[in-house]
T-cell receptor
Framework: SQKIEQNSEALNIQEGKTATLTCNYTNYSPAYLQWYRQDPGRGPVFLLLIRENEKEKRKERLKVTFDTTLKQSLFHITASQPADSATYLCAFSGGYNKLIFGAGTRLAVHP | DTGVSQDPRHKITKRGQNVTFRCDPISEHNRLYWYRQTLGQGPEFLTYFQNEAQLEKSRLLSDRFSAERPKGSFSTLEIQRTEQGDSAMYLC???????????????FGQGTRLTVV
């Protein structure tokens, strides 16, 4: 079955450093990958969408890469801030934009 | 606020009772989704509406679950004879079908936290 995996361990980094989160998928070849941010007790918020023909996408301090050979997407936050602390979810579309999510990676940025 | 709204935000119910949740999507969005999320997991797809038509249901959606979207506007999700395993966050999302079949971002509501005691 289609599966999407994210590093389940929390990522702790120092303010100002670059955070890199990993998303791997199996048994599927998605045309798109999406990244969302989720704060405790709240719904996910869309961050970036990257298509299979796009190797890289940027938005302000965020960068996403998509490697269809490795079946992997990397999500980078440069110059990280404590306000970036949250859970980051990777998802691909299973048709009709129905999203299949990973379990998410919790990021903690320490001052 | 023109985002996706869900009501109630929290619901505590006794096992065996029925509950109903409401979702108001962004008005121009034709696609509406329900997801369920448990602690430490990502949201899991439950069902999808294109306008008023329910086009897909997950195997997670047992016979005790029913969803409607009358007139293609707001949606309701009802759980009958609730069980403790139904305790979760129920999330609603909406999106707009783009031209050329392109996927677009999904907008999520704040969710309804259900606790079955």
């Amino acid at each position: 079955s289609q599966k999407i995996e994210q590093n389940s361990e929390a990522l702790n980094i120092q303010e100002g450093k670059t955070a890199t989160l990993t998303c791997n998928y199996t048994n599927y070849s998605p045309a798109y990958l999406q990244w969302y941010r989720q704060d405790p007790g709240r719904g996910p918020v869309f961050l970036l969408l990257i298509r299979e023909n796009e190797k890289e996408k940027r938005k302000e301090r965020l960068k996403v890469t998509f490697d269809t050979t490795l079946k992997q997407s990397l999500f980078h936050i440069t110059a990280s801030q404590p306000a970036d602390s949250a859970t980051y979810l990777c998802a691909f579309s299973g048709g009709y934009n129905k999203l299949i999510f990973g379990a998410g990676t919790r990021l903690a940025v320490h001052p | 606020d023109t985002g996706v709204s869900q009501d109630p935000r929290h619901k505590i119910t006794k096992r065996g009772q029925n509950v109903t949740f409401r979702c108001d999507p962004i008005s121009e969005h034709n696609r509406l989704y329900w997801y369920r999320q448990t602690l430490g997991q990502g949201p899991e797809f439950l069902t999808y509406f294109q306008n008023e038509a329910q086009l897909e249901k997950s195997r997670l959606l047992s016979d005790r679950f029913s969803a409607e979207r009358p007139k293609g506007s707001f949606s309701t999700l009802e759980i009958q004879r609730t069980e403790q395993g139904d305790s979760a966050m129920y999330l609603c999302a909406s999106s707009l079908r783009a031209g050329g079949g392109r996927d677009t971002e999904a907008f999520f509501g704040q969710g309804t936290r259900l606790t079955v005691v």
